[in-house]
């Protein structure tokens, strides 16, 4: 229905547009049926393209959203293309020829179709030598630019990026979600970017080296004003310094007085200064003393000097300025070292100076951003004191080494002063120049954020036309384009749409060609189209095995039977509730989720939020019928059975005249599991009985079913052989002994047991058989019937053929098959060398065409026939086949066994966190056990034992279903239409 | 201490084992390089290489590409992958990885000192250092200006303390004697990962002692062979060898006594493996003895990723990664410098 109205209105659009007021409605439905309809066999590429071409030539970009969006909801409802799902649609393997002119847009025409598998014409030539390699480099280029200005926006602000922008490119779309936003931002680039490309690279060209020319000018004027922080922080510690020390040792020398006369001359101090370790605190006093000699250097002109110096460049070493004189007595150096690396090098001072520096540091640690590495990093002011020329020397390499940088600091506190306050007049002065510089910088940023995530796309999109192009031939004769690839037979006009829409755009004036091929059986690709809805089923099958090329695909099959069949193993009323309105918000909320980045769990339950709200509304379903709500059966019609005081058994509420008797009623519950079961003493066995059998039931159900599908795929194949020698015997096979048992099962279900007479003389049993027995019977002792298994008369006889029938049917699945295959090798082989010469007839012909395709076209069928290899490989499929019909069937039973274990950890929550507590009284106890309740509700019956169910569902689908007919003879390859969002998408990362 | 075997391996080292077999499933075959040699330009080079598992490494590298950037950024990346595997192990795997660094850090140190000889720019030689034989005290190895300095004010901090014990006695730095340290160090340390990865046992022993006695040898062979014409005593060249490797006793005895390349050749004779391969350089000329033997450890090392559980492919990963970028050197500069004839000199490791 959608399918139709939606392409009637963009055919229809189309056609009005180009034939306007000529033809009326009736008239349009017409053209759209001849144009939708058009089959593909029938078709020529001029002829049909004539209707699409000129529709094309005014179709706007609503039109294609209407139109991207109807194929893309459309897939497995719409009438023409019905069973998408069932088979792989049909593909066509077509040539399509252009001209060089149109080659790039048409390219990026087809790639918007998302419908074109592009085939590798040149699989030989590496990926340099290729004819647009030069472009596909270009690309690159421009990327590294753009990555560039990319870094630096990202580096300045990340909230600059407009977000939104980026939003529209990365979102991982389903068709319907956003396809239009998405659409319409890629269809605005691509239209910009056929004249656009140079002049983008010009663009990011000039941008870059602005953007490199301002940072280099930046970094200078950071470099210098770090400098100047460095050295304030210096200074402010040398002035602490020697402010507290001088105070100190004021303190000291009166000590001194009292204690000792003897004042000491300079140089006696100095050597107490120089063994630091006994005479630490004296430092301070020397240093008093020397203060003269480092003054009369005139550091204040040192550090003029180092201003020009810093100003005029070369930042990229330290500076080293000594702090003072040439004095043969004591000096020092000052500067900046990083914490980490801090005992490192006073260890390294110590060691080459033979403990004869001091090394003093700041307590405090200062973060300073060093604009050289871009990176904050904790500094302390360091000042070390050393004497003699050769230490001087040894102390700056070493100092070097370990990344310190060193100041000059006048000494003289007034002279520091000045210093001090010229330094501030330049950091003012920088700080000003970088602010207004940084303002610049963020106005240009902001422009190029602003237009980043289109020129990326703009890029990306362009370097996955250079990549697709590079696929292609350029055959010199005709002077025209040759790709050669897959499309949908269904999207021959969509493909015929886009090669003229890239002609047109180009003008060129050379008409595109499009040319139908035949194809070597089993090369094809196989293509579904996919909706929101049967991705998650179909994606479940593949993650099994690719279908081949016609294959019958499980997975429409699986829409219902999965959800089913896992509602069997978590039939609850209460819990499907529960997962269906979950995957009901996940459902209605998903346009919005979709955007979000969910956590890994989250994500992976919107992925499938289809297949979970059927799965919970199917356990709805089979809650009603095993009666449960979390584990209270629900008396929604009223119970059929009725207990009463003169008997231990209850009797059918119609039905108890005599409660001794104990009858069962008459008429039995409506819907499901009478309730009162749940609380009778055989209420477990009963359901065990019936959840064991109907296991069975459906188990032998599912997998005739995948045989009759493997059938199907014999008969769309044909291959009479797989039918008649495997399909028939195996469908023989498992009918005889487990259809045998099923129909057992309905059979015993049928006999109204309590109503059965029985005669002393009679052959048949009297109460109900076991049905285990009967069945090892009929394998173990055949020919006999004991009294008490028999079902029916003539049970043995009946038992008899169908044991012989599953003992032929060994045989017949084993030999026919390979023998009559070397049967037919054989009569082949006289034919061969006929055979061949007509092959190479055929290639000839071809080569006229282009002598593209070669390489793929010799296939397995003429490799030599081994009889060992196939007859093994029977054996091995057979044996499967039998052990296998056995051991599936019996691994069914995993509904029962799961179900079972459903109901009694439901039923045991239930039974200890709220009766307990609510027998007992305690109203804590109900409210912490109602809690707890809650909590094992959902963590483990919602999440765990539905994930084991789900598991369970899943193998059963894997193993018991599929392996009767999915990929037996090989995957196939999936169709991979050349798309931009894929093209673009590793690039992202 | 034995790293397992079989029954215990995995515990601790199983997850590294697996990267770097992952590693070495991204070691470029021998198809890549022929697509490689055929390349025309740098920039052909990296679109191919991009196509291997070096993928976007030169991707941010603005335009005229340069050997020395290919090179550098391709020994980053298996650098990176060595570190990360390194920070990774725990012991004795650690240690062992840790003496993989040692003949780097010999390496670099020696640099520096030749270089600081030569009055070069420290900054300027650390950048030619190699990462993985980087050490704390690297950059302050200009001041020492004697051995013994050296070892009291730097190498003391470093691993490689202990092997530098025996230059404490030299007088001074001069080119030869720089040249005898690198040699008694490299001499000591293969002593000491002999001794470790003997101590070890298993697998690794095995398949380690192989390799390092093949080290031994042709440290031992090039001593020799680059002795002649120099200043270097027989007595001090005779110290020069490592003590192991299976040119011990005899060859080595003789090789101390070599004053030619034709003694040499004699000296060896009796080992066939090395018989065969001076016999290829002198009939080859297109093969130097250098070549052949990193053909041969190649090979030694190729050999290592047979075995399994053992820590051989460690150390086999990081040289063949090393001949890898080798390889894309010598490919790099053969294209830049137009020599296409000399192109296919490269060893090929798969």
Known sequence: ?989 | MAPGGMIGFNVDDGFLEAIVRGFRAGVLTSVDYVNLTQCETLEDLRMHLSGTDYGGFLANEPAPLSTAIIAELATKKFVDEFRSIHVQAVEPLKSFMDYLCYPYMIDNMVLLITGTLQNRDISELLDKCHPLGTFDSMASMSIATTPEELYREIIVDTPLAPYFVDCVSMEDLTDINVEIIRNTLYKAYLEDFYAFCARMGGSTAETMCEILEFEADRRAINITLNSFGTALSKDERARLYPNIGVLIPEGMFKLSRADDPQMVASAIDGYPTYRALFQEASENQEKSLEDLFFTREVALCRNTFEMQFHYGIFYAFLKLKEQEVRNITWIAECISQKQRRKINNYIPIW
Not at chain 1, 32 to 43: E, L, N
Not at chain 1, 464 to 484: G, Q, Y
Not at chain 1, 504 to 509: C, L
Not at chain 1, 550 to 578: K, W, Y
């Open chain 1, 1 to 989: 229905m959608r399918r139709g109205s939606a392409s009637t209105s963009q055919m229809g659009l189309d056609q009005l547009r180009s034939r306007e007021a000529s033809l009326g409605g009736g008239g349009m439905l017409g053209e759209r049926d001849a144009v939708g309809v058009t089959s593909p066999g029938a078709h020529t590429p001029r002829g049909g393209g004539a209707g699409g071409m000129r529709a094309a030539g005014n179709a706007t970009g609503a039109q294609k959203r209407a139109h991207a969006r109807a194929t893309g909801f459309s897939s497995a409802l719409m009438p023409g293309r019905s069973f998408a799902l069932f088979r792989s649609e049909r593909m066509v393997h077509v040539r399509l020829y252009f001209d060089r002119a149109a080659a790039r847009t048409t390219v990026e025409e087809l790639g918007d179709t998302r419908l074109f598998e592009f085939q590798d014409l040149n699989p030989e030539t590496s990926a340099f030598q290729r004819s647009f390699a030069a472009d596909v480099r270009r690309c690159d280029e421009m990327m590294r630019k753009l990555n560039y200005l990319k870094a630096q926006v990202l580096e300045h602000d990340r909230s600059a990026l407009d977000k939104s922008a980026y939003d529209n490119f990365d979102e991982d779309e389903d068709e319907g979600l956003s396809s239009d936003v998405r659409g319409a931002a890629l269809k605005h680039t691509s239209s910009e970017s056929a004249i656009g490309m140079d002049d983008l690279n010009h663009q990011l060209e000039s941008l870059e080296k602005g953007m490199q020319d301002m940072n280099r000018h930046d970094q200078l004027l950071k470099m210098q004003f770090h400098q100047y922080v460095e050295m304030r922080l210096v200074m402010d510690f040398v002035a602490e310094l020697f402010l507290d020390e001088s105070r100190l040792s004021l303190q000291r020398k009166r000590r001194e007085q009292v204690r000792s006369d003897n004042k000491g001359t300079i140089q006696a101090k100095i050597g107490e200064l120089l063994d630091p370790i006994m005479h630490r605190s004296s430092l301070l006093d020397d240093v008093e003393v020397e203060e003269p000699s480092a003054l009369s250097v005139g550091p204040a002109k040192h550090f003029g000097a180092n201003g020009a110096d810093t100003a005029s460049g070369d930042n990229r070493r330290p500076k080293f300025r000594t702090g003072s004189s040439e004095s043969p007595s004591l000096s020092y150096f000052c500067g900046m070292i990083e914490s980490s690396s801090l005992t490192a090098y006073e260890r390294m001072i110590f060691r080459i100076s033979r403990g004869n520096a001091i090394v003093r540091v700041s307590r405090n640690a200062h973060t300073v951003f060093d604009p050289e590495t871009s990176e904050t990093m904790s500094k302390r002011p360091v000042v070390v004191f050393y004497s003699g020329d050769e230490l001087k020397n040894k102390i700056i390499k070493t100092s070097q080494a370990y990344r310190a940088t060193l100041y000059t600091i006048p000494v003289d506190s007034s002279a520091q002063e000045v210093a001090l306050a010229r330094l501030e007049e330049r950091m003012r002065d920088v700080e000003a120049v970088l602010e207004s510089s940084a303002r610049q910088r963020n106005e240009i940023l902001g422009q190029i954020a602003r237009d980043l995530a289109k020129w990326e796309a703009t890029i990306l999109r362009e370097k996955a036309v250079f990549h697709c192009l590079n696929l292609l031939n350029f055959d010199t004769s005709v002077r025209l384009f040759l790709a050669e690839g897959w499309c949908p037979e269904a999207s021959i006009p969509e493909i015929e749409q886009a090669l003229e829409e890239g002609r047109r755009r180009s003008n060129s004036q050379v008409a595109s060609l499009m040319e139908q091929q035949t194809f070597r059986e089993g090369s094809a690709p196989t293509y579904f189209r996919l909706n929101k809805f049967t991705e998650v089923f179909h994606s479940i099958v593949e993650s099994y095995g690719i279908a081949e090329y016609g294959e019958v695909n499980p997975a429409p099959f699986l829409v219902v039977t999965f959800p089913f069949l896992f509602a069997v193993m978590f039939g609850d009323i209460g819990h499907g509730i529960l997962m269906a309105m979950y995957a009901l918000y996940l459902i209605l909320a998903e346009r919005r989720l979709a955007r979000k980045a969910l956590g890994e769990m989250v994500q992976m339950t919107f992925q499938g939020r289809y297949i979970i709200f059927l799965m919970g509304v199917f356990s709805i379903y089979t809650g009603f019928i095993y009666n449960e709500f979390f584990a209270v059966p629900l008396d929604l019609f009223g119970t059929r059975w009725f207990y009463s005081m003169e008997s231990k058994m209850a009797c059918g509420v119609d039905n108890c005249k005599d409660p001794a008797l104990a009858l069962p009623p008459l008429v039995p519950y409506p819907f499901g599991f009478d309730p009162i079961w749940k609380s009778s003493q055989t209420g477990l066995v009963y359901f065990n009985s019936y959840k064991m059998k109907l296991s069975i039931v459906l188990g032998v159900c599912q997998m005739f079913m995948g045989l009759v599908l493997s059938a199907e795929n014999a008969r769309y194949f044909a291959r009479p052989l797989d039918f008649f020698c495997e399909f028939v015997p195996q469908a023989i096979f498992l009918l005889s002994i487990f259809g045998y048992l099923v129909v057992l099962i309905f059979f015993k279900w049928n006999v109204d047991w309590t109503a059965v007479t029985c005669d002393p003389d009679g052959l048949l049993a009297c109460g109900p058989p076991d049905l285990k027995s009967i069945l090892i019977g009929m394998i173990m002792s055949p020919g006999s019937v004991p009294r008490e298994l028999s079902l029916f008369p003539m049970q043995a006889v009946l038992q008899n053929v169908l044991m012989l029938a599953a003992l032929i049917s060994v045989p017949w699945m084993l030999f026919p098959k390979p023998f009559i295959l070397r049967a037919r090798s054989r009569t082949r082989r006289g034919y061969s060398a006929l055979e061949e010469r007509s092959a190479n007839e055929f290639v000839l012909d071809d080569e006229a065409a282009a002598g593209a395709s070669g390489g793929d076209d010799d296939s397995g069928d003429k490799a030599p026939f081994d009889f060992q290899e196939i007859m093994v490989h029977q054996m091995i499929h057979t044996i499967e086949f039998v052990l296998g019909a056995v051991s599936n069937t019996a691994s069914y039973l995993r509904l029962w066994a799961l179900s079972l274990a459903h109901a009694q950890l439901s039923d045991v929550f239930l039974e200890k966190l709220v009766m307990l507590p609510y027998e007992a009284g305690s109203v804590v106890g109900m409210a912490i056990g109602a809690c707890l309740w809650l909590a094992a509700t959902i963590g483990v019956l919602m999440l765990m034992e539905s994930l084991s169910a789900f598991l369970h569902a899943l193998r059963l689908h894997w193993v018991e279903f599929q392996n009767k007919f999915y990929n037996l003879h090989g995957s196939g390859h999936k169709f991979a239409p050349f798309e931009f969002r894929r093209a673009a998408s590793p690039a992202d990362e």
